[in-house]
């Protein structure tokens, strides 16, 4: 019996080891995440966030023609995305640290702000009509939905991930400790 184990941890002593290969396959792109696709409040279009190619689409839906289609520059890496009141498309742009606002009509770009460091979730508030921005380095950023700089910005703990609109309050969540905080929409601090 000892012999037998012997020769085989010889033999597997033995095996050559392998190296890891000099050419690597090439980059998977930029990580799958959700909301990269909203269907417009009207039902007729579908706004399309594509990462991997730095562009955002507006397809119709009852001809499925691609009617828009909207270059970003590279690294953009566009991502949740969220509809007005007034049919305007805010987009996230994590790669670049903007908000996107698009017209879902015309395809035409309204503006492109600066929102924070790494921009996730997003929600538009109707009592306000203001963009809320929650963002991986910790900030709540509320941005008129037409046009403008940040009207608040709220310092939170770092990793938040969404952001939704729950009557009067603001519900904020994050990834890797899959908590919530809450705030009403005019209070200073977001703890619960």
Known sequence: ???????IALVGCASPVVQPSPNPPPPWGVPISGGT?????????AIVADPDRDRVMIVTLDSR???TN???EAGSEPGRIVEDGAGRAHIA???TNTLLTIDTTSGEVRSRRYACNEPR???WDSATDLVHVACTSGELVSLPAGDGDAVRTLVL???LRDVIVRGSQLVVTRFRT????RSTRRAPSCRA
Not at 1 to 7: E, N, Q, T
Not at 37 to 45: E, F, N, Q, S
């Open 1 to 7: 019996m000892k012999r037998s184990f012997w020769l």
């Open 121 to 123: 979730g997003l929600a």
């Open 93 to 95: 742009l994590r790669g």
């Open 178 to 181: 899959a908590s919530c905080s």
């Open 37 to 45: 696709m909203l269907v417009t409040r009207d039902g007729t279009r």
């Open 65 to 67: 023609e691609n009617i």
């Open 157 to 159: 703990d770092r990793d």
């Open 70 to 72: 909207i270059p970003l």
